[in-house]
Antibody
Framework: QVQLQESGPGLVKPSQTLSLTCSVS??????????WTWFRQPAGKGLEWIGR???????YYNPSLNSRVTISLDTSKNQFSLNLYSVTAADTAVYYC????????????WGQGTLVTVSS | DIQMTQSPSSLSVSVGDRVTITCRAS??????LNWYQHKPGKAPKLLID???NLQSGVPSRFSGSGSGTDFTLTISSLQPEDFATYYC?????????FGQGTKVEIK
């Protein structure tokens, strides 16, 4: 059973970089037809897809984030990471990492989520 | 981006009721439609992918149908553990997009 766990600071200052790591257990992030994906949910709002990285390392990001985001893989640690640059209060949200199945399309395994607050 | 529109935005129902949630895409997405259940403080749970494919371990009272632009999630007899917010998501193209959610509450 694949398990994912987010980690990182819960508080980030405006204009700084939000950095989160997702640790994966129960499977290798460098094998299989899977995307490793980040989502977020601001309080009282719906789910937003941030972007993803394939096992090969190719990435796709949500254009709504205006090139402020990068996602990377660390196969040696079986982790993938999110960097969101120049954050504002609007980036305050619960951030989730997940695995997306390339063939079926759905995100079948998720982390529990981590709240990140942007505030000075 | 493909816009996903769910209705209703909330439902007040009783245990045992039949629940139907609809999702409409702004363009055809064939059957690339997923349904998630989300409870407060928990990770979203994938219930159905490819419009009607029930995930392993998901009770058979959940079912999905539709293709093209119009889709439906049905809960045949609502159980206490089903009170949650439900989201549709298209996986036809990137960026992936979600409906705004349907909150199923106790009457």
């Amino acid at each position: 059973q694949v398990q994912l766990q987010e980690s990182g600071p819960g508080l980030v200052k405006p204009s700084q970089t939000l950095s989160l790591t997702c640790s994966v257990s129960g499977g290798s992030i460098s094998s299989g037809a899977y995307y490793w994906t980040w989502f977020r949910q601001p309080a009282g709002k719906g789910l937003e897809w941030i972007g993803r990285i394939y096992t090969s390392g190719s990435t796709y990001y949500n254009p709504s984030l205006n090139s402020r985001v990068t996602i990377s893989l660390d196969t040696s640690k079986n982790q993938f990471s999110l960097n969101l640059y120049s954050v504002t209060a609007a980036d305050t949200a619960v951030y989730y990492c997940a695995r997306e199945d390339d063939y079926k399309g759905g995100a079948d395994f998720w982390g529990q989520g981590t709240l990140v607050t942007v505030s000075s | 981006d493909i816009q996903m529109t769910q209705s209703p935005s909330s439902l007040s129902v009783s245990v045992g009721d039949r629940v139907t949630i609809t999702c409409r895409a702004s363009q055809t997405i064939n059957r690339y439609l997923n349904w998630y259940q989300h409870k407060p403080g928990k990770a979203p749970k994938l219930l159905i992918d490819a419009a009607s494919n029930l995930q392993s371990g998901v009770p058979s009272r959940f079912s999905g149908s539709g293709s093209g632009t119009d889709f439906t999630l049905t809960i045949s007899s609502l159980q206490p553990e089903d009170f949650a917010t439900y989201y549709c998501q298209q996986s036809y193209s990137t960026p992936r997009t979600f409906g705004q959610g349907t909150k199923v509450e106790i009457k």
